[in-house]
């Protein structure tokens, strides 16, 4: 297997490229590949980087606010994946929710879903490593949140099926309403939201402040089990839109990093991270180096990352040109 950094080249695999990522298992996987449109694969030269894998959150950074990826961005990535540095989109979506983007895409790459319960080598490619919330953590994840007036998203699908379970109750909640807006695929609605086995996560979605306070609720509350989970936030001001993530300790973004460059062996120091809100914050201060995004909120701006451009002048663009080509 050829890793590392060497001036020849070398041929990781000759075909279809996406059926390619079936013969990869976690304790040997190769860097992404270059492919063509007609899908066939080309042969990479690898060659002495700062930088070999680029982690980008998808919304409000690789995506602009018309939810598509902007051509510079698209054109930027590819590069990368030509230059041989593993091109990996970090995301809170299900994995369904990343699957357009993919498919836009004319190269293979990671994907970290569920911001960090599901990790995945492309469209076809195996699941690399899932994280699951046990069910007696998420069972008094529900009973806290029925006791604060919260209703909860269940995750449902361990192998990145995506599905939603909600309650009736919910169904003509605003905040909730947004979220659900563009679901893929769309959520099951039932009288009682019942755990018949692990979930991927537990998720709420609501005003910004009742988020904040349902966090140190939910913290408090928990108590010696605060250990056992994770929390993800991201926040939308403008809208008065927050999100929280419930996920297994493991499931954060930074984790989802060092997993893939453990087994790409890649340094941590070689990887460049780039996002815009409160739940890529472990992945930025983790990598090697972390960029944020001008549209990100002005107290994560303060927090001494590098700056690029916002997500409607192609910042991912910016960064990549600058620190990684």
């Not at 990145?160 to 309650?167: F, K, M």
């Not at 993530?245 to 984790?255: D, H, M, W």
Request: glycine share 6%; aromatic share 6%; hydrophobic share 40%.
């Amino acid at each position: 297997m050829c890793r590392g950094r060497t001036s020849t080249a070398c041929t990781r695999y000759s075909g279809k490229s996406r059926k390619g990522w079936r013969s990869w298992t976690s304790s040997s996987l190769p860097t992404p590949l270059s492919r063509s449109r007609s899908g066939t694969v080309s042969t990479l030269l690898i060659v002495s980087r700062k930088y070999r894998l680029v982690a980008v959150d998808l919304d409000g950074t690789l995506l602009n606010s018309s939810h598509e990826i902007p051509a510079e961005n698209h054109r930027a990535l590819a590069d990368c994946a030509a230059a041989g540095v593993a091109v990996v989109i970090v995301t809170g979506r299900r994995f369904p929710g990343v699957l357009p983007y993919l498919r836009a895409l004319d190269f293979d790459a990671f994907v970290v879903a569920n911001s960090g319960a599901i990790i995945k080598a492309g469209i076809d490619g195996p699941i690399l490593r899932r994280r699951l919330l046990p069910q007696s953590v998420a069972e008094r994840v529900l009973d806290i949140a029925d006791q604060s007036a919260m209703e909860a998203v269940l995750h449902d699908g361990p192998s990145a099926e995506g599905h939603l379970i909600l309650r009736e109750s919910a169904r003509k909640l605003p905040h909730l309403a947004r979220y659900l807006s563009r679901a893929t695929p769309p959520p099951a609605w039932t009288d009682v939201l019942r755990l018949e086995r692990d979930p991927v996560q537990i998720g709420f979605a609501n005003s910004v402040s009742a988020i904040r306070s349902f966090v140190t609720v939910l913290t408090t509350e928990l108590g010696a089990r605060r250990d056992e989970v994770s929390l993800a936030r991201t926040e939308y001001p403008v809208d008065d839109l927050a999100l929280l993530a419930v996920l297994p300790t493991e499931a954060t973004k930074s984790s989802a990093l060092w997993f893939l460059s453990e087994r790409l062996g890649i340094k941590m120091s070689e990887t460049l991270a780039i996002g815009d809100n409160w739940n890529d914050l472990d992945m930025l201060e983790h990598a090697g180096m972390g960029v944020v995004m001008q549209n990100a909120a002005e107290e994560l701006r303060a927090r001494g990352f590098e700056e690029t451009g916002t997500n409607d002048e192609a910042g991912v663009a910016l960064a990549i040109r600058r620190y990684v080509l």
